[in-house]
Every structure is written in C-alpha cells, then in structure tokens.
C-alpha cells in the first residue's frame, strides 16, 4: 500500500445529493452541504434535469430558450459557494424523466454512485415533495441505484 492510498478507515466521509432540478438541493440540503466542505469532506451533485421548463419569474434574468442555461450555471454558482466543484448533469429532460429510458437512467445514476463513491447519498422524498413527477422519478432512481451500486455486477 502507498502513502497516497486512502483506506476505508481513513477516508473522509464522502456526501453525494442527487435531485430533478437546479434549486432542490437548496431545498433540501444546502446548510448540509455547507457543513459538510467545511469541514473537508467530498461532497458531489447530480442533477436529472437542467430545470429548462420551470417558471420565469423574472423576464430580465431568462428567456424559455435559455432558462436550462441560466439555472445549470446558479446551480454550479450555488455549489461553488459551499466549495462542491463535483456537480453532473445527466442531461434529462425538466417533467420527463420518468418518460426517460428508465434503464438507461438507472445506468446513469449507478454510474455517478460507483465513480463518487459516497457514504451517504441524499434524495428527496417518495412522494416528490408535492407530487412532483420529476422530483418521484429521482427519488425511486436514486434508491434502486443506490442498491445496483453496491452489487458487484
């Protein structure tokens, strides 16, 4: 064993959230997260969508065309204020993802589970929150890939 091989007792705890869309982490997560690089442990972010359909509150700050744009780059802006530079988009569709490929998707999400390799992984709730069919998809994504991740196949 090298200097620069981490074991598992050494290790810092490493926290991944996956959601639906840019802004559910703040919902759910935000002072965690802030908790967490502070005191130097991984933290990674995955995000289903861009949030490319959500509302437009203020016509200034986004057009339908580019609102995917404008929420991935305060999502990254939000994540670099609490020092999480590992934030991936699995490039979904904002209100399709449980239309998606769902194997395809589950694939995704094993993946960016095996490639982080978190401790603790943090979605939101079965019920989406609100019902949000999204916010339900991640959730039941996040879950079953959580158990594929940890098989050896």
């Not at 979904?92 to 239309?99: K, N, P, R, S, V």
């Not at 095996?114 to 949000?132: A, L």
Request: hydrophobic share 40%; glycine share 10%; aromatic share 6%.
């Amino acid at each position: 064993m090298t200097d620069d091989t981490e074991t598992t007792a050494s290790r810092q705890p490493r926290l991944m959230g996956i959601w639906a869309h840019p802004d559910d982490e703040s919902f759910g997560m935000a002072g965690t997260i802030f908790r967490a690089t502070q005191r130097g442990y991984p933290v990674a972010m995955v995000c289903a969508t861009r949030g490319e359909e959500g509302k437009i509150a203020d016509p200034a700050l986004a057009t339908p065309e580019n609102l995917g744009q404008v929420r991935e780059g305060e999502l990254r802006a939000a994540m670099a204020a609490v020092n999480v530079s590992d934030v991936t988009f699995l490039d979904y569709i904002d209100g399709h993802l449980a239309e998606a490929d769902q194997t395809e998707a589950l694939g995704k999400v094993v993946y960016q589970i095996r490639r982080f390799q978190p401790d603790v992984v943090v979605t939101g709730d079965p019920k989406g929150g609100y019902g949000h069919v999204d916010h339900m998809a991640i959730h039941r994504l996040t879950v079953a890939g959580a158990v594929a991740a940890a098989s050896e196949s």
